[in-house]
C-alpha cells in the first residue's frame, strides 16, 4: 500500500504536466469568472427588463420619476410656514412622554425618580405611564383633576401651537416637505416622517387632556389634524403607508377616549364619522406600485455602494447581476400575486394578502436591504388589517352612541341601527353586539387570531378587538384599564 502511494506521488510530481496549467491556469480561470460574472450580469438586466414588461402588460409603469407625489406650493403648505419650521422638533409639537425620553422637559417635570415607575391607581392620562407623577413631589396633586389643569399650565405652549396649527389648517393643506431622494437614505427619511408621528402623538395627549378638561371643541380640533395628516399626499412608498397607519391608529385612540369622556351631539358625533372616513387601504394600488418603482431605484444606489474592500462585506462579493435576478423575480412574485385583483374591493385584497403571506413565506432574500419586497408588504398589509378593523368597529360606536342619542338607549341587535354597517375584516361577517345588563354596549371584532373570545380583550394577535364605554361584570378597574389598552395598542 505504502509503494502504490510512493508511486502516485511520484506520478504526480514528475509525470503530471504543471508547467502550462502554471501558466496558463490562472487565465483561464480569470476568463471563466470574467464569463460567469458577464453572464450574472446580462440574467440580472434580463430578469429586471422582463420585471418591466410584466408590469405593463398589467397596466403599471414602474419609472419612479412619474410616481412622485406632487409638491404643494410653499404658501399652501403648512409644514413650511415659521410655526412649525421653527419649532418642528422642539418641545411646542411632542407628547410628554417624548419629552422625558429625550431628557427635554418642561418645568416642574422631571423623570430621575423611581416612582414614575410605580403603579399607581388611577386612570392613565396617557398611554405611557401616569402624567401626575412627572410633576414635582411638593406640587403633586392628589386630585386627578388638579393633576390635568396643572399639567395643562405647563404644556400651555404645545396647546397654543396645536391651536394656531389648526386654525392655519383650514386654508392650508399638509405635507412632509423633503427632497425624493432623500429617501435613498433611509435614516434621514425616517427622521423627516417622525415628526409626523411627533406631531399626531402631541395630538392624541391634547386629545386626552381636552376630554379630562370637557373641552369638546378642542378635542374635535386635534381630530380635524389627524385627518389633514391622513389626507396629505406624500411618496407612494411603505414607509410613507407604514407612517399613516400609525398616525391612524392613534387617531382612533383619541376617537375612543372622546367617545367615552364627552357627551357629542349629533352633528359632533357626524363630523367625527366623516374624519373617519378616510381608510389605511386608500391609496394602496398606488402604494404596492410606487414600493416596486423605488425598489428598481433603491436597489441601484445600494449596489453602487456595496464595496468589499472599503466595508468588508462578504456580500459585496456576490455578483451584482445575482442581486438584481433575486430582487427582480420577488417583484414578479408580487405582481402575479396582483394578476386579476382589485385592490379596493375587501375580497380582493384578502386574496392578496394570502398570496404574499404564502410567497414570503416561501423567499428568503440573499440580503436584508436588497430582497424581502414580499414579506414587507405582507407584514405591513398585517398591520394594517387590523387598524382597519378598529376604524369599523370606532364608526359602528358612533352609530351605536347615535341611536341612543335618539332613542334614549342603545339598540338589543346592530340590526336595529338605521345605517349600513360595515363587516369585521377578520372574519367577514358583521362584528358581535350585545346590550349588557346596565344598558351598555359591548362589540367586539374577533381579531387576527379569528377566534371568537365572546368580547374579552386580548394581548397582541390574541383574543378581541373590543368597544366597551363600561366594565365587564367581575372585571376589577385595574383590569378594565389594562384590558382596553392592550387591546387598543396591540401590545
Not at 425616517?190 to 406631531?199: E, I, Q, T, V, W
Not at 363587516?423 to 371584532?445: C, E, I, M, V
Request: proline content about 6%; overall charge negative.
Amino acid at each position: 500500500m505504502r509503494q502504490k502511494v510512493s508511486k502516485l506521488i511520484w506520478l504526480i510530481a514528475h509525470r503530471f504536466p504543471w508547467k502550462p496549467i502554471l501558466i496558463w491556469g490562472p487565465w483561464i480561470l480569470m476568463a471563466f469568472v470574467g464569463l460567469a460574472l458577464v453572464w450574472e450580469t446580462r440574467r440580472g438586466e434580463r430578469a429586471i427588463e422582463r420585471l418591466v414588461q410584466q408590469a405593463e402588460e398589467q397596466g403599471m409603469s414602474l419609472e419612479w420619476s412619474q410616481l412622485n407625489a406632487t409638491a404643494l406650493p410653499p404658501e399652501k403648505n403648512v409644514t413650511l410656514l415659521p410655526m412649525l419650521t421653527n419649532q418642528w422638533d422642539a418641545d411646542r409639537y411632542r407628547a410628554t412622554p417624548d419629552l422625558v425620553r429625550l431628557g427635554r422637559q418642561p418645568a416642574g417635570i422631571t423623570n430621575e425618580r423611581e416612582d414614575v415607575r410605580a403603579p399607581v391607581e388611577e386612570p392613565l392620562l396617557t398611554a405611557q405611564q401616569d402624567l401626575r407623577l412627572w410633576l414635582e413631589e411638593s406640587s403633586r396633586p392628589g386630585d386627578l383633576m388638579e393633576a390635568v389643569r396643572e399639567l395643562d399650565r405647563i404644556r400651555d405652549d404645545r396647546r397654543q401651537g396645536l391651536d394656531e396649527l389648526a386654525g392655519a389648517l383650514q386654508t392650508k393643506e399638509f405635507q412632509i416637505d423633503y427632497d425624493p431622494s432623500v429617501l435613498l437614505d433611509l435614516n434621514k427619511a425616517s427622521l423627516s416622517y417622525l415628526d409626523m408621528l411627533h406631531l399626531a402623538g402631541a395630538c392624541e395627549e391634547d386629545v386626552i387632556f381636552a376630554v379630562h378638561l370637557q373641552d369638546d371643541e378642542r378635542a374635535l380640533s386635534r381630530l380635524r389634524i389627524f385627518a389633514k395628516m391622513l389626507g396629505s399626499q406624500e411618496q407612494p412608498v411603505l414607509l410613507s403607508a407604514l407612517v399613516k397607519a400609525a398616525v391612524t391608529s392613534l387617531m382612533l385612540d383619541s376617537v375612543e377616549e372622546i367617545l367615552r369622556g364627552l357627551a357629542l351631539s349629533d352633528d359632533q358625533l357626524q363630523e367625527v364619522e366623516t374624519l373617519l372616513r378616510a381608510s389605511p387601504y386608500d391609496g394602496l394600488p398606488r402604494v404596492v406600485q410606487g414600493e416596486l418603482a423605488f425598489g428598481l431605484v433603491a436597489l441601484e444606489e445600494a449596489l453602487a455602494e456595496m464595496n468589499f474592500f472599503e466595508d468588508r462585506d462578504l456580500f459585496a462579493l456576490i455578483p451584482k447581476g445575482t442581486y438584481k435576478a433575486s430582487w427582480a423575480n420577488e417583484a414578479r412574485a408580487v405582481l402575479e400575486a396582483l394578476q386579476g385583483l382589485d385592490l379596493s374591493k375587501e375580497p380582493d385584497r384578502l386574496s392578496f394578502e394570502k398570496r404574499l403571506a404564502a410567497e414570503a413565506e416561501a423567499r428568503l432574500p440573499l440580503h436584508d436591504y436588497l430582497g424581502g419586497t414580499a414579506r414587507i408588504i405582507s407584514s405591513h398589509l398585517a398591520k394594517v388589517r387590523r387598524i382597519e378593523a378598529q376604524r369599523l368597529l370606532v364608526l359602528t360606536a358612533i352609530a351605536l352612541e347615535r341611536y341612543r342619542l335618539s332613542h334614549g338607549v342603545y339598540p338589543e341587535k346592530l340590526s336595529e341601527l338605521p345605517v349600513t354597517l360595515p363587516n369585521d375584516p377578520f372574519s367577514q361577517a358583521p362584528f358581535r353586539y350585545l346590550r349588557k345588563p346596565d344598558g351598555t354596549p359591548h362589540l367586539w371584532s374577533v381579531g387576527p387570531d379569528k377566534v371568537d373570545d365572546k368580547g374579552l380583550p386580548g394581548r397582541g394577535n390574541r383574543g378581541d378587538l373590543v368597544w366597551m364605554t363600561t366594565p365587564i361584570p367581575g372585571l376589577t378597574p385595574e383590569e378594565w384599564r389594562k384590558a382596553t389598552r392592550l387591546s387598543r395598542s396591540g401590545e
